[in-house]
């Protein structure tokens, strides 16, 4: 490690060179060789599961495939060796690409100025949150609420609580889409939003969007869109052509970077024209070819620090310039088959409480299996892990009893959805025992997984410390 001084007596090499006081005289690690750590570190690894061992079809989470030329382009010297405390001047590459990137998503989304800072789709949410309040604000407008569909995800509530707004959920149709009805007897001069996925957490697409912007428009509200379904609608149609405001994306789920363990993720806020002087500073500015970081007056202010994680947003920006229009369109048409043929395949072995024609995403229910042989959808969840397949997203959305949602994305070939279906229609059909006592073949079992997020123990010493307790 240091470079080590040969002493007068040429055979002895002794002084390390460091200075004295640097020296430790102890240290506290494990009494291990180096070999063990790393077969140690290579097989835990190895127990991993993730998009690159097996099918992922975790609904609403889009864990796709991410091709590896969007990570070799984002690790390029170029990015990351630069640093944010760099004068705009020596950065103007970086931020020309940042500027492209924000026109093409804006595209995308039928918007007209995007920033790139938010952190994840639930920061885009807050963001998006924010810039409705500083809106009304302007307006001298009092609106102290937000609707949400029951079927939304949970970061949509959450979003709007954080930023003040009273929370109203819209019970859903007996379709699953929204209830108009519901949706006018909720609205009022107190709305400052409605915030809408669409397709749906059900995959079900909005047969009556463009009413249901009239109607929140009519009542002087906004229409948010929760991008993190675009990806069964890109390249086809726009929340902009449905008359949506503001809409947030998830770089790392539509636009193919990896989710990483929970982060980084990258949530850019779209906005139509009337809204752009409200978005988080610095913004991008084009002045007379030369890119600047700029601060409008109206701004929310900063939500981040410097530029957003940018080092995600150049692999969706890479996989978007690989894709281009027709590309992202492709991978739209596939996904929304792929995910019909999924669903198709299982309608006799499972309930699938919303049937017809569906996006992106689906979802089945195991209320007819819990009631017949006592297997709920945890069980087949557990058991698929036998299979070598990703469980999908389990008890969401909530409105569905023991609901099991399936995402299997565009990468997902015909092959890989027969194999899909094949084991679960097995797991429908087993000896109920295999299933309720699943997994069998995993490292480890069931674990408790409000333990594990409630009382994470992250180091050996504050493990140590708990034992003593
Ligand atoms: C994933 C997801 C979000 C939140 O996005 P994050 O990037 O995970 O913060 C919001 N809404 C829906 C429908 C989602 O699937």
Known sequence: MFMSIVNADETKITDTGLPKELERSTLCLPDVPE????????????????????????GSCTMKYNPKYADRISSLEKFTDVHPYQDESTVQGILELMYDAERKLAAIAGMDSVTLQPAAGAHGEFTAMLIVRAYHNDNNEERDEVIIPDSA?????ASAAMAGYKVIELPSAPDGSVDLNALKAAVSSRTAAFMLTNPNTLGIFEKNIVKISEIVHGAGALMYYDGANLNAIMGVTTPG???????HFNVHKTFAAPHGGGGPGSGPVGVKKRFAKYLPSPTIKKVKEKYVLAHNEKSIGKIRSFYGNLNVVLRGYAYILRMGSEGLKDATVRAVLNSNYLKELLKEDYDIPFGDLKK????????????????????????????????????????????MMFEPTEDCSLKELDMIADVLIKIANEDPDIVINAPHRSPVSRVDETKAAKDMILSVRYMKKKEQQ
């Open 35 to 58: 070999s063990e750590v790393v077969r140690h570190y290579t097989n835990l690894a190895s127990k991993n599961f993730g998009v690159d061992n097996g099918p992922y079809p975790l």
């Open 360 to 403: 992106h995403e689906f979802v089945l229910s195991a209320s007819g299996l819990k009631r017949e042989k006592g297997i709920k959808a945890m069980d087949i969840a557990k058991r698929m892990i036998d299979h070598h397949i990703h469980p999908p997203t389990v008890y969401f959305p909530m409105l569905v009893d023991e609901s």
């Open 241 to 247: 052509d449905m008359n949506f405001d503001i809409v």
């Open 153 to 157: 995800h949970g970061t949509n509530p």
